[in-house]
């Protein structure tokens, strides 16, 4: 695909995976919890009290503070 002028003026690229980045390095704005889980056969993932121990981020403690922080890390070297 080529760009044009009018392509990078106007539209962003998408940024994958900025939370997972975050939580390698920090867990100030997320809450974290240790679940059991198990992979179905279909490749599903689900609660399961039998299953293996998970950390996951299940809610953010500020969300609009992780944006600005992702904003400013991105703009500014």
């Known amino acids: 695909m080529t760009f044009t002028d009018e392509m990078l ?4 690229s998408f940024l994958f995976d900025t939370v997972a980045v975050y939580l390698a390095y920090s867990e100030d704005w997320v809450d974290v ?4 889980m198990s ?4 490749g599903l993932t689900y609660e ?19 944006k600005e922080q992702l904003v400013d890390r991105l703009t500014n070297p």
């Not at 003026?9 to 962003?12: D, G, I, K, L």
């Not at 919890?33 to 059991?36: E, G, L, M, P, Y």
């Open 9 to 12: 003026r106007t539209r962003s």
């Open 39 to 42: 992979v179905s056969d279909k």
């Open 33 to 36: 919890k240790t679940i059991n």
């Open 48 to 66: 399961d009290p039998d299953g293996y121990p998970v950390r996951i981020a299940y809610e953010w403690k500020n969300l609009s503070v992780f």
